[in-house]
């Protein structure tokens, strides 16, 4: 069965710090990557996505992930996380012709300052 | 950038009572658009697909008869929850898609509780 699984449920970190989120997913055949971010009291935005080209794919606000086939991985990184970081991030997949998105189940960032 | 409005953003009513959620795509045509419904701590669960002109699709699990999806035009979907009861209560979301390969544009959703 299709899945998305996202390893940290809750992590906190001091400004600063280097951030990264597993995601793991379990899908037969091409893939569609993204993740999402949702800010408190706001919708989901999207960070990042991956289609095809270069595993590596940079986002907004200095956010970047790899595309790693071998491991069917997706990790979300930081090197350097704000305050303004603090939120909940989600990891979803799409495959093939369809746009239906299966998401994780959510890992909740909070930043200290 | 692309904007989703969802409306109500919360709903308190009786058992019984049925609900509409309307979501709209404000700058730009929806070919597709998404319903979701996310319980505490978890992840969100797509209940179904509507296309505009057509049928929604829904995912298994999801009664049809429960949630009605009607996507009368390219900017605008609604998600009725028939007869509405307590186990009903969640977080419902909606998202839209215009054409070509584009990433899910989401609304903020509406919370509905149910007495």
């Known amino acids: 069965a299709q899945s998305v699984s996202q390893h940290n449920h809750h992590v906190i970190l001091s400004e600063a710090a280097s951030l990264e989120l597993g995601c793991n997913y379990s899908y037969g055949g091409t893939v569609n990557l993204f993740w999402y971010v949702q800010y408190p009291g706001q919708h989901l935005q999207l960070l990042l996505k991956y289609f095809s080209g270069d595993p590596l794919v940079k986002g907004i606000k200095g956010f970047e992930a790899e595309f790693i086939k071998s491991k069917f991985s997706f990790n979300l990184r930081k090197p350097s996380v704000q305050w303004s970081d603090t939120a909940e991030y989600f990891c979803a997949v799409s495959g093939g012709a369809t746009n239906k998105l299966i998401f994780g189940t959510g890992t909740l960032l909070a930043v200290q300052p | 950038g692309a904007v989703v409005s969802q409306h109500p953003s919360r709903v308190i009513c009786k058992s019984g009572t049925s609900v509409k959620i309307e979501c709209r795509s404000l700058?730009?045509?929806?070919?597709?658009m998404f319903w979701y419904r996310q319980f505490p701590k978890k992840s969100l669960m797509l209940m179904a697909t509507s296309n505009e002109g057509s049928k929604a699709t829904y995912e298994q699990g999801v009664e049809k008869d429960k949630f009605l999806i009607n996507h009368a035009s390219l900017t605008l979907s609604t998600l009725t929850v028939t007869s509405a009861h307590p186990e009903d209560s969640s977080f419902y979301i909606c998202s839209a898609i215009g054409q070509g390969n584009q990433p899910q544009h989401f609304g903020d959703g509406t919370r509905l509780s149910i007495l």
């Open positions: 700058d730009f045509q929806a070919t597709t």
